[in-house]
């Protein structure tokens, strides 16, 4: 059935539609709030006063057949009848009139119904229920439109039964009555009973005549004193005569905005100011405003609340173990191991070793892990911590202090009795395949082929500390290294500690991300931000901590450095307060962020805060894939034709899927090429490969873009679509990547930004003449696209490759291997976002740009 | 994309070329196979070939598949299963089989398409009926689908209930009541759910038969159905009876779909209901979303009467949303049957929208599994949160459907309106 025309549910079409409503109409509401204000005081019952009780009913109380209906029970039944009954009301007076309608709704239209209710609830079903309230005259006016409806419309279709359309208010009918418990089926029953009387017209005759009401009207010149006053009149003039109206264009506001061809040309726009705030934001997180202070957030901890204990004839133990192991120097790392076991044993350690071999870029990586478990006095080995001293640091220095102080300290934790977790010490031949292995091993997670299992084991780890001590004499601060593989971290609550700890307890400096210098003013706050988001996105494992990362075991490697007056023990102290720390730990590191980036050590931004960045820019290509989808349906020439159109169809043109799917497919595809070239081909071959594919792949657009207009001769709408599948696959590889390692994608998508702004060369405006070939216009072409070809090798992902290794002074060849490395050993995937993700958008984006688009208006037309 | 000719080295062709990259995918990438199995949305504890494999392991050493709580699947499995070689050994006899039945399942594909069900049902022909894919076409689509890759890479058992519904569906096009009827209840038995897929069904039949042998009375058709399916679940029931000696795995299979008493996650809305739901509600609401689920069935098939196949197409939709344990398998062959309403695409609204939000959900969905999972940096919200974008995904498409196959359909009474725009108040 028709319902009361109700334009749209926007806010001000609504506030519209009530300023418009007739005065009969504004009068019951108001009467009907009023009379729910008055209910809220208690000296006077408006409900006891105003109902329609049955029982009450004589000549006396004869006005509650007419002042029930304005009054409800609560403040719900007010809004919901108000909602249902509002509408038709307004529907029913601007039909007929104000006059008509006062005269019918505090006439017959009410009482008729109250005095059948009270006749059958007293005398034929000898109940009193009091009623109140509009809905019966919301069940009238339903059941006056249903018998119009009807007589337009006789019967709705469900599947093949014909279903009258007067019976719809009954199904309302039921439905109430079963889901509103308090709702009185009769008192609707006779109110929709009446309505379809009406409806019928059989009881048009109470109406007052229209000549009497036209006299009324004239002489009180009623229209003109009373605002919203709806004549009798105007009813000749259709529903909303004189009322001002909003059918027409602003009643499909939203379709005429969808239709405007200016909201094509919004989306570059818009992705630009994606891009900028993006990058804006970034610069604006070292700000006080943006970032935070550090701060503890798991209570158990309580960094330097304790009295460390190592030093005085420790000191002792470890120039001992110092001049032990400096005789070890130079041996292999078999010999080395030999010569630790017995003395680890000899601690009262349990020991065990473990092989491993790795394979990467040409080389084998092999060695031995030599490792010992202190079973804590007052647990049963269900978690342990980890104290890693590798012999080579991450820069392949001898780490002549990290391993002495490694075995002192283990044999002074042994002759604690507070331990309650194991302590497991690993000693590594270098600093990244070594620890892997073993946390490989540790976790069955090992290629059995290649690293050995561990015989001993012992709980689950809670936390991991890396010692890298290869600096001689007295130290000044504590570096902490704490980037993962894969940009991973550890919680922040560990960093916190060991700040709290080597910063606040034993006074000495603190250091991250290489800065050893550090004003905490906004310049060094963003180099150092801006180093670690560098280092997190290439993904690479920083120290022998890195390893533990990817297994949830949160681990930071501790380097001292400076020129100070700290000695070895104070090191050692700044371990065993951290251990004391974790020791503490009821559960698993878990209050503090895993998503920050610092920029200070004790000032950071978590993720919440600077996520909107990386998503931005990961948004701008979605948008600009949607904005190309939508284009693409638009017939041909609509927006480049030379009388442009007022307003764009809706009606799409049929887009051909299938080509541009398949370029992106073979884009993605031929991805897997260089992935598997680069991470499996032999040391000293990289570099000459990386010279031949960067030449190839400089190559590989012209050819590409050659080999597709031979073959297919693609249509401007086929770029388009080529482009956008490429964009919207970026920006959801982007932004799924920005959840798991938030630089990465950030950096892959800055330099992807130029591919956004592409589009076919030859559509470009100065050569929209191509379809008059002069042979200066068609040599001019050919030189951009020359240019266009060179500028896109510029920012391919090899050029950028090469441009990096210059600015960081690294050659191409370490870079490789280094990735070949991480990749084999750590399972770092920076290498398969390079190549998986930018390089085939590059190569699709690069299509797209020397794409010669079959001759422009003639339509995608199949 | 008309398909162009279908020759018999075209046919030939597509089989030989998806068992192929199937074959190659198994035996180049030893390791994915494993992953997949073990990922959640592929795998749930009613289709997880690592759970076949523990049943397979108990019932060959005469112990029952049920016991321990780990096996949740159709004890017929079990003795196919036994027949072939052992999986550890001769995988390879596995990965055929798998490749056998998703071929199966494209032929049945192919069937259903070529027999234009489809653009002209026995009550209702679409006007634009002529704009369609061929069966090649559609088989290709299905096949080369990256979920249904997956789901056979990934051996999950709910490829063979896929491949019995798709047959169910190409015998009732095809005019044979009873082989459809079988079909369904072989779906029925492997997965319970089918079962509601009778309504429709039995209509795309009663609409199908053969006029040499039609039954035209509604009344006896229907009995006739109930009772065929009656008979067969009776008699696969019995031979489960006799395989493992007890009743057990009534409960066991249908019982833990019944009441989701298995809450490992995956990508429907039931298990984190279920896991943050008090005990004392759970039966209730259990009740509630059966009937959600099934509620469906009566209303679509009274409304999209003239149809049937198309509210065989919506209900497998929304049973990929709405099921106890939905996977993308369920997805994959709600998006087979999607490709036979290539007519009505240029009605639908909102393509590029769910498939762009199907995609991004696909990719968020194993990056916050791990986030959560392996990570622990993330939580179950994480995860739950992407799977609510999937099945928004996936609705927007039932809906998209829905509405193009309404919007054709209501063309045809009002001719006048055809290409119209129009408001829905």
């Not at chain 2, 029925?188 to 039949?205: E, M, R, V």
């Amino acid at each position: 059935m028709r319902l009361p025309n109700i334009p749209g549910f926007s806010l001000p079409k609504l506030e519209s539609y009530i300023s418009r409503l007739p005065l009969f109409t504004r009068a019951m509401l108001a009467a009907m709030v009023v009379f729910q204000v008055v209910g809220l005081q208690h000296s006077f019952d408006v409900r006891a006063w105003g109902a329609l009780i049955p029982d009450e009913i004589g000549f006396q109380t004869l006005y509650r057949t007419n002042t029930f209906p304005l009054i409800h029970l609560n403040a719900f039944h007010l809004v919901l009848n108000l909602l249902t009954v509002i509408p038709l009301l307004e529907r029913f007076e601007s039909e007929y009139g104000t006059l008509t309608s006062l005269a019918l709704f505090f006439g017959p239209l009410t009482t008729i119904p109250a005095l059948l209710y009270v006749g059958v609830e007293k005398h034929i079903l000898g109940a009193n229920t009091p009623v109140m309230g509009a809905s019966i005259w919301a069940f009238l006016l339903f059941g006056a439109e249903a018998i119009r409806t009807y007589r337009t419309n006789p019967y709705f279709v469900i599947s093949t039964y014909n279903i009258p359309t007067w019976t719809s208010p009954l199904a309302l009918l039921l439905c109430m009555a079963a889901l509103v418990p308090s709702s009185s089926f009769l008192g609707h029953l006779v109110g929709l009973v009446v309505g379809y009387i009406w409806g019928l017209g059989y009881i048009k005759f109470l109406a007052p005549p229209e000549k009497a009401l036209r006299w009324v009207e004239g002489k009180l010149k009623l229209p003109a004193r009373l605002p919203y006053f709806v004549s009798v009149d105007q009813k000749t003039y259709g529903r909303f005569g004189v009322l001002p109206t909003s059918t027409g264009p602003s009643s499909a506001s939203a379709l005429h905005l969808r239709r405007d061809p200016r909201i094509l040309k919004l989306p570059p726009y818009l992705s630009l100011l994606c891009i900028v705030v993006g990058v804006v934001w970034l610069f604006l997180l070292p700000f006080d405003d943006y970032s935070r202070r550090t701060y503890i957030s798991e209570n158990a901890l309580l960094p330097g609340q304790v009295h460390t204990y190592f030093s005085g004839s420790d000191q002792h133990v470890f120039r001992a173990y110092k001049h032990e192991l400096h005789a070890l120097a130079g041996k292999s790392n078999i010999e080395f191991n030999d010569k630790l076991e017995p003395i680890v044993k000899g601690l009262g350690l349990k020991t065990a070793r473990q092989n491993f071999t790795y394979h990467a870029a040409g080389h084998t990586l092999e060695g031995e892990n030599l490792y010992a478990i202190l079973q804590a006095p007052r647990s049963d080995a269900t978690e342990a911590i980890v104290l890693v001293a590798a012999r080579e640091n991450v820069r392949n220095e001898v780490n002549i202090n990290g391993i002495p102080l490694a075995l002192t300290l283990l044999r002074y934790f042994k002759r604690w009795s507070l331990w309650s977790k194991d302590i497991i010490l690993v000693l590594t031949p270098d600093s990244i395949a070594g620890p892997q292995a073993w946390v490989d091993a540790y976790h069955d997670a090992h290629d059995t082929y290649r690293v050995a299992s561990l015989p001993i084991k012992s709980g689950a780890l809670q936390g991991a500390i890396a010692i890298d001590y290869a600096q001689e004499g007295r130290f000044e601060s504590v570096h902490i290294v704490y980037d993962g593989v894969n940009g991973q971290l550890p919680n922040l609550d560990l960093i916190n500690s060991v700040v709290n700890i080597a910063g606040g307890q034993m006074g000495m400096g603190v250091a991250i991300q290489e800065m050893w210098q550090h004003d905490n003013k906004y310049p060094d706050r963003l180099r150092t931000m801006l180093r670690g988001m560098l280092k997190q996105g290439l993904g690479l494992a920083s120290g022998p901590h890195s390893s533990f990362i990817p297994y949830h075991v949160d681990a930071v490697t501790l380097r001292p450095f400076g020129d100070g007056w700290q000695d070895e023990m104070a090191m050692g102290r700044v371990i065993e307060g951290t251990f004391r720390s974790l020791n503490n730990l009821l559960e698993h590191l878990h209050q503090s962020f895993f998503f920050y980036l610092l920029m200070q050590r004790e000032r950071f931004v978590s993720i919440g805060t600077y996520l909107p960045s990386a998503m931005l820019v990961a948004a701008n290509f979605t948008i600009m894939a949607i904005a190309l989808w939508i284009k693409s349906g638009h017939p041909e020439g609509a927006t480049t034709g030379a009388d442009k159109p007022k307003r764009l169809s809706t009606q799409t043109v049929e887009r051909d899927l299938f080509l541009p799917l398949g370029v992106v497919t073979l884009c993605q595809s031929l991805s897997v090429i260089p992935l598997y070239l680069f991470n499996h081909a032999p040391d000293n071959t990289l570099t000459p490969l990386f010279a031949v594919f960067t030449a190839l792949n400089t190559l590989l657009p012209p050819l590409l873009s050659h080999h597709l207009t031979a073959a297919a001769a693609p249509t401007e709408q086929q770029y388009h679509l080529i482009k956008s599948f490429s964009l919207l696959l970026l920006g959801m590889f982007l932004s799924t990547l920005a959840t798991l390692n938030f630089p990465l994608s950030l950096l892959i998508g800055l330099v992807s930004i130029p591919l956004t702004f592409l589009r076919p060369l030859s559509l470009a405006p100065s050569s929209s003449s191509s379809s008059s070939p002069s042979s200066s216009s068609s040599s001019s072409l050919m030189r951009r696209r020359l240019l266009a070809a060179a500028a896109m090798a510029a920012v391919s992902p090899p050029a950028v490759l090469l441009a990096g290794c210059a600015l960081w002074g690294v050659g191409v060849g370490d870079v490789l291997r280094a990735a070949a490395v991480a990749w084999h050993v750590c399972g770092t995937w920076t290498q398969v976002v390079v190549w998986c993700v930018w390089w085939p958008a590059w190569l699709a984006g690069s299509v797209v740009l020397l794409g010669r688009p079959r001759g422009m208006g003639t339509g995608a037309g199949k | 994309m008309d398909g162009g000719k279908v020759t018999q080295g075209r046919t030939a062709g597509l089989y030989v070329g998806a068992a192929v990259l199937r074959l190659a995918i198994f035996t180049l990438l030893p390791g994915l196979p494993d992953l997949l199995t073990g990922r959640v949305e592929i795998s749930t504890p009613v289709t997880s070939f690592k759970r076949l494999q523990e049943g397979l392991f108990l019932y060959n050493h005469n112990v029952s598949p049920y016991d321990g709580g780990v096996y949740h699947q159709a004890p017929l499995f079990l003795p196919l299963f036994s027949l072939l070689p052992s999986f550890s050994n001769l995988p390879i006899f596995t990965y055929l089989l798998y490749i056998a039945v998703d071929l199966l399942s494209a032929s049945a594909l192919w069937k259903i398409a070529d027999s234009g069900e489809a653009g002209s049902a026995a009550l209702f022909t679409s006007p634009r009926r002529d704009k369609r894919w061929s069966g090649y076409v559609i088989a290709a689509v299905f096949l080369f689908n990256p979920f249904t890759l997956a789901t056979c890479i990934g051996r999950s058992t709910s490829v063979f209930t896929t491949c019995a519904i798709l047959h169910a569906i190409a015998k009732a096009v095809s005019g044979a009541p009873f082989g459809a009827l079988v079909a369904l209840s072989f779906a029925t038995y492997l997965s319970l759910y089918p079962l509601l897929l009778l309504p429709p069904l039995a209509l795309l039949c009663y609409d199908r038969q053969r006029p040499e042998r039609a039954t035209k009375s509604a009344a006896k058709f229907t009995s006739i159905c109930a009772s065929v399916v009656a008979g067969v679940l009776g008699v696969l029931f019995g031979m489960s009876y006799l395989i493992t000696d007890s009743w057990e795995f009534l409960v066991s299979t249908y019982g833990i779909q019944l009441t989701l008493s298995d809450l490992t996650p995956n990508v429907g809305l039931w298990w984190y209901f279920f896991i943050e739901m008090f005990d004392s509600f759970r039966a209730f609401f259990l009740g509630v979303f059966w009937l959600h689920l099934s509620c469906y069935v009566g209303g679509l098939t009274l409304r999209i009467r003239r149809q049937p196949l198309v509210v065989l197409t919506l209900l497998l939709g929304i049973f990929a949303i709405f099921k106890p344990y939905p996977s993308i398998s369920d997805t994959s062959l709600f998006l087979a049957l999607v490709p036979l309403y290539r007519h009505v695409f240029p009605l639908m609204r909102y393509t590029f929208l769910a498939a762009s939000v199907i995609a991004y959900a696909s990719c968020l969905g194993p990056a916050f599994y791990y986030l959560w999972i392996y990570a622990g940096s993330g939580n179950a919200n994480f995860f739950y949160a992407v799977t609510l974008v999937w099945n928004l995904g996936l609705s927007l498409l039932v809906c998209d459907l829905m509405f193009a196959v309404l919007r054709d359909e209501w063309e045809v009474e009002r001719p006048e309106m055809a290409g119209k725009e129009i408001r829905q108040i």
